[in-house]
């Protein structure tokens, strides 16, 4: 399973960006306004850090507008910008047109199985159920993650599953285990997927004796 970086924040995707196991990044509007920059100069410099897929969502709600600033979005770098459109019938029509120009898309807020497989009949390129949101109020994210990737099988969709609103490293491994595509995991959480304490005082050990051998 892929791991992307969820955020807008640039010092944390320079931290990530060369790391072996981050390939790209998802952004919302939300994240972008913490940042405190407009939606379309954030997208720029997060393209120049990083070479993977970017997702960079629309803010318009009406068809046109989305298209429109879906191809101003895909203009920025076609090579990596994702064009980010919410779960709404212009939505999907939006992502059904950008499919026939090449332009690949990612659902956004999906919260449950028939929302998904619109996405999938729609063509998107990635799709993104939403866990922490979801278990927040009450619903099961692991069984709905688990169902979206049987649909997926069932018919052979290619679009891939992206697990959003990952709240912990335990959403991660569960993400993992039923078999999506990508985790897009904010920065607290992927810093905390390296460590472990065994790790940690294995590693001190090891130190130690080794230093025990340096002059023998
Ligand atoms: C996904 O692409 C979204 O940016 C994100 O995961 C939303 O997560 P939240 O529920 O923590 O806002």
Same mark, same amino acid.
């Given at each position: 399973?892929?791991?992307?970086?969820? !955020?807008?924040?640039?010092?944390?995707?320079?931290? #990530?960006?060369?790391?072996?196991?981050?390939?790209?990044?998802?952004?919302? &509007? /939300?994240?972008?306004? +913490?940042?405190?920059?407009?939606?379309?100069?954030?997208? %720029?410099?997060?393209?120049?850090?990083?070479?993977?897929?970017? /997702?960079?969502?629309? !803010?318009?709600?009406?068809?046109?507008?989305?298209?429109?600033?879906?191809? +101003?979005?895909?203009?920025?770098?076609?090579?990596?910008?994702?064009?980010?459109? &919410?779960?709404?019938?212009?939505?999907?029509?939006?992502? =059904?047109?950008?499919?026939?120009? =090449?332009?690949?898309?990612?659902? !956004?807020?999906?919260?449950?199985?028939?929302?998904?497989?619109?996405?999938?009949? /729609?063509?998107?390129?990635?799709?993104?159920? #939403?866990?922490?949101?979801?278990?927040?109020? *009450?619903?099961?994210? @692991? =069984?709905?993650?688990?169902?979206?990737?049987?649909?997926? =099988?069932?018919? *052979?969709?290619?679009?891939?599953?992206?697990?959003?609103?990952? %709240? /912990?490293?335990?959403?991660?491994? !569960?993400?993992?285990?039923?078999? $999506?595509?990508?985790?897009?995991? &904010?920065?607290?959480?992927?810093?905390?997927?390296?460590?472990?304490?065994?790790?940690?005082? *294995?590693?001190?050990?090891? $130190?130690?004796? @080794?230093?025990?051998? %340096?002059?023998?």
């Amino acid at each position: 399973m892929q791991l992307f970086i969820d !955020t807008a924040n640039l010092k944390e995707i320079e931290e #990530f960006c060369h790391c072996p196991y981050v390939k790209g990044v998802t952004t919302n &509007p /939300s994240l972008i306004a +913490k940042e405190g920059r407009s939606q379309e100069e954030a997208i %720029r410099t997060i393209a120049q850090l990083i070479d993977g897929p970017i /997702s960079a969502e629309v !803010t318009a709600t009406d068809l046109d507008g989305m298209l429109l600033q879906a191809e +101003k979005l895909h203009a920025i770098k076609p090579e990596n910008i994702v064009v980010k459109l &919410p779960m709404t019938a212009a939505g999907l029509e939006a992502c =059904r047109l950008l499919a026939d120009r =090449r332009i690949p898309t990612n659902v !956004t807020l999906c919260f449950s199985l028939s929302q998904a497989l619109l996405a999938f009949e /729609s063509k998107a390129t990635y799709v993104s159920p #939403f866990l922490g949101r979801l278990d927040d109020n *009450g619903w099961d994210s @692991a =069984r709905l993650i688990e169902e979206i990737v049987r649909v997926k =099988r069932n018919y *052979g969709y290619p679009t891939k599953i992206i697990c959003a609103s990952i %709240r /912990s490293v335990q959403h991660v491994e !569960t993400c993992a285990l039923l078999g $999506a595509d990508i985790a897009t995991v &904010p920065y607290k959480v992927l810093t905390k997927l390296l460590s472990h304490p065994l790790t940690e005082s *294995g590693l001190l050990s090891f $130190a130690k004796d @080794a230093e025990k051998t %340096r002059n023998v």
